[in-house]
T-cell receptor, first 111, second 112 residues
Framework: DTGVSQDPRHKITKRGQNVTFRCDPI?????LYWYRQTLGQGPEFLTYFQNEAQLEKSRLLSDRFSAERPKGSFSTLEIQRTEQGDSAMYLC?????????FGPGTRLTVT | TQLLEQSPQFLSIQEGENLTVYCNSS?????LQWYRQEPGEGPVLLVTVVTGGEVKKLKRLTFQFGDARKDSSLHITAAQPGDTGLYLCAGWMDTGRRALTFGSGTRLQVQP
């Protein structure tokens, strides 16, 4: 296993379109996190799964955002009706307990 | 309002110089981590400090956790161009919240 992977690495979409990102965590890690990072800022927490259960969601996660982890392995983050303010790097991290291992991120640009 | 304030925001130094980056909060953290992030990549964990007053050394990097577990510092000795990157502190709050709180980062550039 080579670490956390995310797909795609880059996504350019037009305002109003839906996008979906995928994260494949390190296989033995049961916790998975999604963060959003804008330019010049640190990552901001979006949501967290323990196995397939979504245990916590940030208020940043509006109703246009939904995340799933159907079998407790990979996770998807969907953004519906994208807005220009959604442009950011979306990071996924998996953890065995406290130390988080990040993927390379998906950079979303909404035009 | 950032729960974790990092200073300075930007730092440009010459190779061989020493530097210190600070991470401060009014909140108590059960543990604190430092990450380095390069452009277009995710953060990479450098160290975790858990005990108030703890000092950890990683080659030329020295990390310290404040006695009250509200602040931390990262000291780099004899900086090298390969140290260039965004340094992020992140903490697990004592409230039991199950997500990391990140600072806004210190962008370091080491000129050869």
């Amino acid at each position: 296993d080579t670490g956390v992977s995310q797909d795609p690495r880059h996504k350019i979409t037009k305002r109003g379109q839906n996008v979906t990102f995928r994260c494949d965590p390190i296989s033995e890690h049961n916790r998975l996190y999604w963060y959003r990072q804008t330019l010049g800022q640190g990552p901001e927490f979006l949501t967290y799964f323990q196995n397939e259960a979504q245990l916590e969601k940030s208020r940043l996660l509006s109703d246009r955002f939904s995340a799933e982890r159907p079998k407790g392995s990979f996770s998807t983050l969907e953004i519906q009706r994208t807005e220009q303010g959604d442009s950011a790097m979306y990071l996924c991290a998996s953890t065995p307990q406290y130390e988080q291992y990040f993927g390379p991120g998906t950079r979303l640009t909404v035009t | 309002t950032q729960l974790l304030e990092q200073s300075p925001q930007f730092l440009s130094i010459q190779e061989g110089e020493n530097l210190t980056v600070y991470c401060n909060s009014s909140s108590v953290f059960s543990s604190l981590q430092w990450y380095r992030q390069e452009p277009g990549e995710g953060p990479v964990l450098l160290v975790t400090v858990v005990t108030g007053g703890e000092v950890k050394k990683l080659k030329r990097l020295t990390f310290q956790f404040g006695d009250a577990r509200k602040d931390s510092s990262l000291h780099i000795t004899a900086a090298q161009p390969g140290d260039t990157g965004l340094y992020l502190c992140a903490g697990w709050m004592d409230t039991g919240r199950r997500a990391l709180t990140f600072g806004s980062g210190t962008r370091l550039q080491v000129q050869p």
